[in-house]
């Protein structure tokens, strides 16, 4: 991903919510099923990784990242922004479409 896309990716994803959260369990089947649809619907996501030890959220993350086909976008504290691109996107979902309405 070269730095202009990057860019434009976390000021799309400034504005929104954690929807998925890995808690005590880890990167588990049902976190990495919820991720993988979320991705589906929304392109570009925030996820909030609840460990308070930094290099277990990085290792959560890559693994995150990794089960689910997605690019990390960018790791603040206990939250990443992972990206992957859908090729048919539903433009009332996407954070992507849904974004480009709004300028």
Not at 33 to 43: P, V
Not at 66 to 81: P, Y
């Amino acid at each position: 991903m070269d730095n202009q896309t990057r860019k434009q990716l976390k000021q799309i994803a400034h504005h929104l919510q954690p929807v998925v959260t890995v808690g005590d369990a880890g990167v588990s089947d049902a976190v990495i099923a919820e991720t993988d649809r979320a991705l589906k619907d929304h392109e570009l996501i925030k996820v909030k990784l609840h460990s308070a030890d930094r290099d277990e959220r990085e290792q959560l993350g890559e693994t995150l990242a990794a089960a689910c086909e997605a690019e990390t976008v960018q790791k603040i504290g206990k939250i990443i922004v992972l990206f992957r691109r859908n090729p048919q996107p539903n433009p009332d979902l996407s954070n992507l479409t849904r974004h480009r309405g709004h300028r």
